[in-house]
């Protein structure tokens, strides 16, 4: 379960928005909303611990009933996956994959069948090899998504993921990236413009609702 507590973000002396707290359930997908310049990606910086050191944050962020935001980003156990897919073009598929594996995956024999079952589950087998620039948007799609579960992320953060593949692939992307996280149950809060890419029966939050005039 992820867990904001009482968070105020604020900028001198203008403040984003103040006291917002939000508890997303395992599995569950909660949509946040606002316009541009509302504070969704700072919100976001703030939750993986990257926060601009010009904004000044209070509040809380707790994982598992255990309270991350004091911790180190690599510490946090949170996954981020942006529009852009952020593939390293000097890796070959599956090493981009090997990247995210954890350390219990020892031994290449053990961390190659992992990336390997993996490329497979999403109906890429035999691509271990392959340069990502031969991929389609759809295919490096899914493999940035994967390459971020695969750290074993207990909280996973959409900043606009969708936003850049056509109408056909962004269908196809969504279902699959909501299939996800349904299937390994991860708290996850997606950062979007597009009613359409809320869950059915999906949680919107409008972050304005936190906003007050300075």
Do not use: Y
Request: with cysteine; aromatic share 6%; net charge negative.
């Amino acid at each position: 379960m992820l867990n904001i507590k009482n968070l105020t973000l604020s900028n001198g002396d203008k403040s984003l928005f103040t006291d917002f707290s939000l508890v997303v359930d395992h599995g569950e997908v909660v949509t946040l909303t606002g316009v541009s310049g509302s504070g969704k990606s700072t919100l976001l910086s703030w939750m993986i611990g990257d926060l601009d050191p010009h904004f000044v944050a209070t509040g809380e962020l707790w994982l598992n009933n255990e309270r991350c935001d004091t911790r180190p980003i690599e510490a946090r156990h949170i996954g981020l996956l942006f529009q852009n897919d952020l593939l390293f073009p000097h890796l070959s598929v599956g090493q981009n994959l090997a990247f995210a594996l954890p350390a219990s995956v020892r031994g290449a024999p053990a961390r190659r069948q992992r990336t390997a079952e993996t490329l497979s589950s999403i109906g890429l087998a035999g691509f271990h090899d392959r340069d990502p620039a031969t991929l389609s948007g759809g295919q490096r799609a899914r493999v940035s998504l994967m390459r971020t579960l695969l750290a074993e992320p207990q909280a996973l953060l959409l900043d606009e993921p969708f936003s850049k593949l056509d109408a056909v692939l962004r269908t196809q992307f969504r279902a699959f990236v909501f299939e996800q996280i349904a299937l390994q149950r991860i708290p996850t809060l997606l950062v979007t413009h597009d009613p359409a890419d809320v869950p059915q029966k999906g949680r919107v939050v409008e972050i304005s609702d936190w906003q007050h005039s300075t």
